[in-house]
């Protein structure tokens, strides 16, 4: 079975700084795609980063990248240049081969301080 | 484009009542899923479909039941709610192995 670990429950972050948010999985696929979604306090459910197990370069989207360190089965989230608007909760996710179904962590809840 | 969208946005039902929450996408998605999201939880995944007429359970499956008889929608049936089923619904739709697109969410209480 998969599972998504997120041990951080709650961080915090000075504006215009960058933070790490932690992420490992376990799972015995060899493909698989690891997901962070944003949800803010209005509660959708935002796509931020795709990340799939035999990609070889780490993925980047704007201010979002995913450190992806496959033997170490962990994808971290790096927000560059914290903003007041990314202040939401968020998760880590990862899909499975047959149906894309996505198992979720129990998120990150991340403020942003002025 | 209105993407996915979830009927009803709330709803409150009494313990033994049955309801129907409708989802639909206009994404000519495959791939259609009900998640649920308890308070300090992710979301949890409660059936999903690889297509239209197609349907499978998904990690807590448990009091519902879905359908999918045109490939834009998404049916979530609860027979006989109960007080631990009161949670917040998300639907969402993939065309493939990428992203997830969700809805807004329906906020259901039962009393």
């Known amino acids: 079975a998969q599972k998504i670990t997120q041990t951080q429950p709650g961080m915090f972050v000075q504006e215009k700084e960058a933070v790490t948010l932690d992420c490992t999985y376990d799972t015995s696929d060899q493909s698989y795609g690891l997901f962070w979604y944003k949800q803010p306090s209005s509660g959708e459910m935002i796509f931020l980063i795709y990340q799939g197990s035999y990609d070889e370069q780490n993925a980047t989207e704007g201010r979002y990248s995913l450190n992806f360190q496959k033997a170490r089965k962990s994808a971290n989230l790096v927000i560059s240049a914290s903003q007041l608007g990314d202040s939401a909760m968020y998760f880590c996710?990862?899909?499975?081969?047959?149906?894309?179904?996505?198992?979720f962590g129990a998120g990150t809840i991340l403020r942003v301080k002025s | 484009n209105a993407g996915v969208t979830q009927t009803p946005k709330f709803r409150v039902l009494k313990t033994g009542q049955s309801m129907t929450l409708l989802c639909a996408q206009d994404?000519?998605?495959?791939?259609m899923y009900w998640y649920r999201q308890d308070p300090g939880m992710g979301l949890r995944l409660i059936h999903y479909?690889?297509?239209?007429?197609?349907?499978a359970k998904g990690e807590v499956p448990d009091g519902y039941n879905v359908s999918r008889l045109k490939k834009q929608n998404f049916l979530l049936g609860l027979e006989s709610a109960a007080p631990s089923q009161t949670s917040v619904y998300f639907c969402a739709s993939s065309p493939t192995r990428r992203e997830q697109y969700f809805g807004p969410g329906t906020r259901l209480t039962v009393t």
């Open positions: 479909s690889v297509g239209e007429g197609t349907t």
């Open positions: 994404m000519n998605h495959e791939y």
């Open positions: 996710a990862m899909s499975s081969v047959y149906g894309n179904k996505l198992v």
